[in-house]
């Protein structure tokens, strides 16, 4: 009862403390659901790829080892329910832009020159490459440090940065053809 | 568009979360339910195939789940009540052969449980656990008669679970519930059952008659309080309460609040031990904690009680010194225990010299959490109109700034000059809980605020309100501690306020105020911002003595047995009394810290401990008149090195009526006798809530601002609750 860090909630989970796990989930729903989102752009979506994710932790936690932040780590177990949800549904539904989704997001308060840029980034955020947008949402949108971000994608913190450089060329290219349709 | 003119901010801006949409409430239930159940199920799977004695009362478990989500939550699927029913039919067609097996497997238990209790307390078991003890024994005794008629019961119940097909309906449960329940009345049913661990083979046996109840019992301890009427829950909770400070394990308490308590502090033979050590505190938050619980129609856990910050909730119009450098005077009185006629109180109380500080200018951080959690009315919204008032209260020249923190965190408000208040509200009001800003972790942003506008000798302080959800950037608590402690040392000290109900990490925030030489105040009315935030602004805010220690020596010629009522978590070790090392309390300006001691005389009748047939080994020394010795050790707040203010306690200290006494100390006491009630009464004898209420009656005072008078609301309710 007394535990509060997530390392000690987490040993007490593996150890089959129902009230610890309940209480991890608690307090991560709020970002698995963020990120979720984040890359379904839409809140239906988001609350499923969550519970998914809820229900998934049940059978993954047992091989969180600490080798990475628990945080970390369920961002990327949440990136990689939320990347397969996606697939499936884009399927499904014979989508071929997951763009369109992201006309979800609501226009920014304030300057609307600002929200229209912001939201032209959105587009081009959303057709990068798995990978790239992965890193892209966990360091600039989440505020992941690259070493963070690399832990929850499981690679070296190098290869964030290069994914960081790789999408910023990719997002130029596509904010100067200026074609998201 | 330009290549040049993509910045890492426009991305972020782009990504800014305050564009995603907040999750429903339900949407996060279902999630976590889900997740649960199946982490049910997993958990049974595990302990499948191990030994016999689990087997059945996981299964157990596993129907008073079932039955009990059922109960409370009607949509539940249909699939999966057939399949809890059917368990339970499975439980009931196996009971004989298990009746025979387990009332002897859970005696043997029991009586180790028994033996291992009396080892560890060897000295102080309290006669009520041992009753409780037989009692069990008792029932299990008991159960083992009423077989046939649970037999007769089975035969009741399996036709129509065999014969209809179809998902029972709640008037079908109604039915069982209604079932003869003659000799089954649970006796247990308060106490034991509501606690996984205790659910034993005798309540299997009263299962069929009693399941619709336990499984409430069941559901209660699952949080699923809400349809259960506030004077049920409280019926419920009490005994509850009870049994799970036996139970090391209780994954199902009733509740997130996390408290830490260690036992409460035993009888000590003064020839044993002659010195008793402490810290002092002027945190409140169990008090509001507490008169929040019993507002909301349920007694708190005994857990949540820490006297001493109850006692030191009212403030008592102790004599105040008048210089600076001797900053607090002790006032002390010797007199019978209202619960107890045989031995006395002896209560020591301190008030720090309360100075007007005007040189002094405070650059305060407030360091809020936004988390979604806090967006209840009474967490965020209180705690804006808290700082507002705080605001206003503070002098032009003082700085504010405002820092939040959620998934991430941000500067909201720059420090800005109390001149500029339109600035600082208009920033509070924008407060919202669920948004989040980026940037790095929240506290070492307040941090580098409050470092920018550091001055030193004024007061540096960060401010931190919280509903315990404390993802602050630091997730090892530890470090955390270490951040604060280091910071302090530099010259930022930090508070804490704790909002809401449900997630309140009491423990952590009364260690982070701790480390940061604050109050841990928990605030549930405006009332209590009021208080907190106004009226004891400049206690708070401007401390006048640092590391304040109080030891006191008792003379075994005079004094036979004492006990010190609360502060269990302040215990200090008696050579860490002269260690400057040893952290400590602090008191702020015109602060009072009451501690009161249960003594019993050499040649009374009061003593809990029998003394020993072959005598004692250790011969007083002493042949003093002197009942004890206090000494009191403290640090000016910028000097490193302590100084002791002492004063020998003596005959004429003792009075002996009660009535001779201030108001001020026999309030005292009636608060110090309602913090042990609710913590499990185990000194206080048959003294009633209505005895204390007739105490604190008498003891009002001028109570200006009617906080006495509500405590005695607060008891009326609290005996209408027990």
């Known amino acids: 009862m007394e535990q509060l860090s997530d390392s000690d909630l987490v040993e007490r989970a593996q150890k089959g403390d129902r009230q610890a796990f309940s209480d991890l989930l608690q307090r991560h729903y709020q970002n698995i659901y963020k990120l979720a989102y984040r890359w379904c752009g839409r809140q239906d979506d988001a609350q499923d790829v969550a519970q998914e994710v809820c229900v998934k932790l049940v059978g993954a936690i047992a091989g969180y080892r600490g080798q990475a932040a628990f945080s970390s780590w369920l961002y990327g177990i949440t990136l990689n329910a939320a990347r397969d949800f996606h697939r499936k549904k884009v399927r499904h539904d014979k989508r071929e832009d997951t763009a369109l989704d992201l006309d979800q997001f609501q226009t920014t308060v304030g300057n609307p020159e600002n929200s229209l840029i912001s939201s032209l980034i959105r587009r081009c955020i959303a057709l990068l490459p798995d990978n790239l947008r992965m890193a892209v949402i966990l360091v600039h949108g989440e505020g992941l440090n690259h070493l963070q971000a690399a832990q929850a994608q499981d690679c070296a913190e190098g290869t964030i940065s290069w994914r960081l450089s790789q999408a910023r060329k990719n997002l130029h290219t596509c904010l100067d053809r200026g074609d998201i349709s | ?19 995603i949409p907040a999750y429903e409430k339900t949407a996060k239930q279902q999630a976590i339910e889900a997740a649960l159940q199946q982490f049910d199920e997993q958990t049974e799977k595990k302990f499948q195939g191990s030994s016999l004695i689990q087997r059945p009362i996981l299964i157990t478990a596993n129907i008073f789940k079932k039955i009990g989500d059922w109960i409370m939550n009607i949509s539940y699927s249909q699939m999966a009540t057939i399949s809890g029913l059917a368990i339970a039919v499975l439980v009931v067609a196996l009971m004989p052969q298990m009746q025979e097996q387990i009332p002897a497997i859970k005696e043997q238990q029991y009586s180790v449980k028994s033996s291992s209790q009396l080892r560890q307390k060897t000295e102080e078991i309290a006669a009520e656990e041992e009753v409780a003890v037989l009692q069990k024994r008792a029932d299990i005794q008991s159960a083992k008669k009423p077989q046939p008629q649970a037999a007769a019961v089975q035969r009741k119940m399996l036709p129509p679970v065999a014969s209809y097909q179809y998902a029972p309906t709640p008037e079908s449960m109604a039915n069982l519930s209604a079932m003869p329940q003659a000799d089954y009345d649970v006796a247990a049913g308060g106490g034991g059952v509501g606690v996984q661990h205790e659910v034993n083979a005798p309540t299997i046996a009263r299962m069929p008659t009693k399941m619709a109840r336990i499984a409430k019992l069941e559901a209660k301890s699952y949080n699923r309080s809400r349809l259960l009427g506030a004077q049920q829950m409280a019926e419920i909770a009490q005994p509850l309460n009870r049994v799970a400070d036996h139970i090391e394990h209780d994954q199902f308490a009733e509740n997130r609040d996390r408290f830490a308590k260690p036992q409460e502090n035993p009888v000590r033979l003064t020839n044993k ?33 820490r006297i001493e910050e109850m006692i030191n909730y009212f403030s008592y119009d102790y004599p105040t010194p008048t210089v600076a450098n001797r900053p607090f005077k002790p006032t002390i009185a010797l007199y019978p225990t209202p619960w107890n006629n045989k031995t006395q109180l002896l209560h020591i109380g301190i008030k720090g010299y309360s100075h007007t500080p005007i040189s002094k200018k405070s650059n305060l951080v407030f360091l809020i959490d936004v988390s979604g959690s806090m967006s209840s009315q009474d967490k965020l919204p209180l705690l804006k109109n808290g700082l507002k ?141 009021r208080k907190v935030l106004v009226q004891e602004a400049t206690a708070n805010l401007f401390p006048i003595a640092k590391d304040v220690k109080i030891q006191v020596e008792f003379n075994p010629e ?56 072959y005598g004692s080994t250790t011969k ?3 042949k003093s008149e002197e009942l004890a010795y206090l000494k009191i050790r403290y640090k000016l707040p910028n000097e490193t090195k302590s100084k002791l203010i002492s004063r020998a306690i003596v005959k004429d200290d003792q009075v002996d009526d009660l009535n001779q006494l201030s108001s001020d100390i026999r309030f005292g006491s009636a608060v110090a006798a309602f913090g042990q009630l609710l913590g499990g009464g185990r000194y206080t004898g ?30 009326r309710l609290a005996d209408s609750l027990k």
């Open chain 2, 620 to 622: 007083p020394r002493s």
């Open chain 2, 273 to 305: 031990h002659p010195v008793s050590t402490f810290s002092v505190d002027v945190d409140t938050a169990s008090y509001s904690f507490v008169r929040r619980q019993i507002n909301a129609g349920r007694l708190p856990q005994p857990k949540a009680v």
């Open chain 2, 558 to 613: 005079q004094i036979s047995e004492y006990r010190l009522i609360g502060y269990e978590t302040r215990a200090l070790k008696r050579e860490d009394f002269k260690n400057d090392k040893v952290d400590a309390g602090d008191i702020g300006s015109g602060h009072t810290v009451t501690a009161i001691y249960e003594v019993s005389l050499v040649g009374g009748t009061g003593q809990l401990i029998s003394p020993l047939r």
């Open chain 2, 1 to 19: 568009m330009k290549k040049t003119d993509l910045k890492d901010s426009d991305i972020q801006n782009a990504l800014n979360s305050d564009q």
């Open chain 2, 389 to 529: 008032m705080l605001v206003d209260s503070l002098k032009p020249d003082d700085t504010v700034a405002i820092v939040v923190y959620a998934g991430a965190a941000g500067t909201v408000l720059e420090p800005t000059s109390v001149k500029q208040r339109a600035k600082i509200i208009a920033a509070l009001d924008r407060l919202q809980a669920g948004g989040s800003t980026a940037g790095g972790a929240g506290i070492d942003l307040a941090y580098s605020l409050a470092q920018s506008g550091f001055v030193k000798g004024d007061v540096n302080r960060i401010i931190l309100a919280t509903d315990g959800d404390f993802n602050v950037g630091i997730t090892d608590k530890d470090a955390l501690k270490g951040m604060i402690e280091q910071k302090r040392k530099s010259g930022i000290f930090l508070s804490v306020l704790g909002f809401g109900q449900g997630n309140y990490n009491d423990r952590l925030m009364q260690e982070l105020a701790q480390n940061g030489n604050g109050i841990a105040a928990y605030i549930d009315n405006l009332n209590e911002a």
């Open chain 2, 686 to 715: 048959d003294f009633s809530y209505q005895d204390i209420i007739k105490l604190a009656n008498s003891s009002k005072g001028d109570d200006q601002f009617g906080y006495r008078a509500e405590f005695v609301s607060l008891l």
